[in-house]
């Protein structure tokens, strides 16, 4: 029997080429989506199955519990990926902006996880985090983002070590930039501060962000390659740090947060206009 495995969030990006490379790899693939398109579309692809499913809808939880258990297949593995990225300067978003945030990238993950859980368990299977290099270090003017990828990685560090007994691997994906629909969504928002305080050095840094992402980005399918050998190895580590170059990384770990504050502050004052 095919292994299954659901993908929430599979409509673009990261979440879609997934779905399409592991379907290609054999595996059953339950997509999920919001909109019609979106799951028409997946469901032409061989190999998968479109689910329709809103991570932030109990309604669409309890369909998601009855589709697992109607086909009858079981679960290998959930791949979290579904989330947004909510931008700006955090002295100008609401405690409402912050809570849709989390709504989606932790409270909405968790919902999933724990409907799934027993078919995973059974499998002794795996659950795979979609997190992000913001779980380690926090940029400025990404705020809601960063904060609930922290959050994210408490989460599954603590499920992780839960569920050390019981065969179940849990694993953290931590991307840098991929190239994404979510940078584009994020150009939205950078208007929305236009009379902060911020403004000036928020506006560019945003810009900055997303000129990076579209141009220097991982193509998705490099994630997409990560996560089948998360699937499919025997041992796979707690954490995967995939990025465009990794020697940022290592450089924030040897350096005290006193240091790269002050670079931050160079940036920042560079952008800020007298
Ligand atoms: N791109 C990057 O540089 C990067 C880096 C590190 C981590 N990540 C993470 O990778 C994941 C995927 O992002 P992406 O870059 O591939 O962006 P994307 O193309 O914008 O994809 C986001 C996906 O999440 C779905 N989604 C959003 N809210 C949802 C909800 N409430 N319920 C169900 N699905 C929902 C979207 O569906 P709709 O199409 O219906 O909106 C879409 O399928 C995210 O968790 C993101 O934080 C991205």
């Given at each position: 029997?095919?292994?299954?495995?659901?993908?929430?969030?599979?409509?673009?990006?990261?979440?879609?080429?997934?779905?399409?490379?592991?379907?290609?790899?054999?595996?059953?693939?339950?997509?999920?989506?919001?909109?019609?398109?979106?799951?028409?579309?997946?469901?032409?692809?061989?190999?998968?199955?479109?689910?329709?499913?809103?991570?932030?809808?109990?309604?669409?939880?309890?369909?998601?519990?009855?589709?697992?258990?109607?086909?009858?297949?079981?679960?290998?593995?959930?791949?979290?990926?579904?989330?947004?990225?909510?931008?700006?300067?955090?002295?100008?978003?609401?405690?409402?902006?912050?809570?849709?945030?989390?709504?989606?990238?932790?409270?909405?993950?968790?919902?999933?996880?724990?409907?799934?859980?027993?078919?995973?368990?059974?499998?002794?299977?795996?659950?795979?985090?979609?997190?992000?290099?913001?779980?380690?270090?926090?940029?400025?003017?990404?705020?809601?983002?960063?904060?609930?990828?922290?959050?994210?990685?408490?989460?599954?560090?603590?499920?992780?070590?839960?569920?050390?007994?019981?065969?179940?691997?849990?694993?953290?994906?931590?991307?840098?930039?991929?190239?994404?629909?979510?940078?584009?969504?994020?150009?939205?928002?950078?208007?929305?501060?236009?009379?902060?305080l911020f403004s000036d050095e928020a506006?560019k840094?945003?810009?900055?962000?997303?000129?990076?992402?579209?141009?220097?980005?991982?193509?998705?399918?490099?994630?997409?390659?990560?996560?089948?050998?998360?699937?499919?190895?025997?041992?796979?580590?707690?954490?995967?740090?995939?990025?465009?170059?990794?020697?940022?990384?290592?450089?924030?770990?040897?350096?005290?947060?006193?240091?790269?504050?002050?670079?931050?502050k160079?940036e920042l004052q560079k952008y800020k206009k007298n």
């Open positions: 029997m095919k292994k299954c495995v659901l993908i929430t969030g599979a409509s673009t990006g990261i979440g879609r080429s997934t779905a399409e490379y592991l379907a290609a790899q054999g595996f059953l693939v339950y997509a999920g989506a919001r909109k019609e398109q979106d799951l028409i579309a997946l469901n032409e692809i061989n190999n998968i199955m479109s689910i329709k499913l809103d991570i932030t809808s109990p309604k669409e939880i309890a369909s998601l519990k009855k589709f697992i258990e109607d086909e009858g297949n079981g679960l290998f593995a959930v791949f979290n990926n579904a989330g947004i990225a909510i931008a700006g300067p955090l002295m100008d978003i609401s405690v409402e902006e912050i809570e849709r945030q989390f709504q989606t990238n932790l409270f909405g993950l968790h919902r999933v996880t724990r409907a799934v859980f027993p078919h995973i368990l059974e499998a002794k299977g795996r659950i795979i985090m979609m997190s992000s290099d913001s779980e380690f270090f926090a940029t400025p003017f990404f705020g809601p983002y960063c904060s609930s990828k922290h959050a994210l990685g408490g989460y599954s560090d603590s499920l992780r070590r839960e569920l050390l007994l019981y065969g179940v691997k849990v694993v953290k994906i931590q991307a840098g930039r991929v190239n994404t629909k979510i940078w584009d969504k994020g150009r939205d928002m950078i208007p929305k501060y236009k009379n902060s506006t840094i945003g810009e900055h962000a997303i000129h990076k992402g579209k141009t220097t980005g991982l193509d998705p399918i490099e994630v997409a390659k990560l996560i089948y050998k998360v699937l499919t190895i025997e041992n796979p580590k707690a954490s995967y740090l995939i990025a465009p170059s990794t020697l940022k990384y290592r450089i924030i770990k040897v350096l005290s947060e006193r240091k790269i504050d002050k670079m931050v160079k």
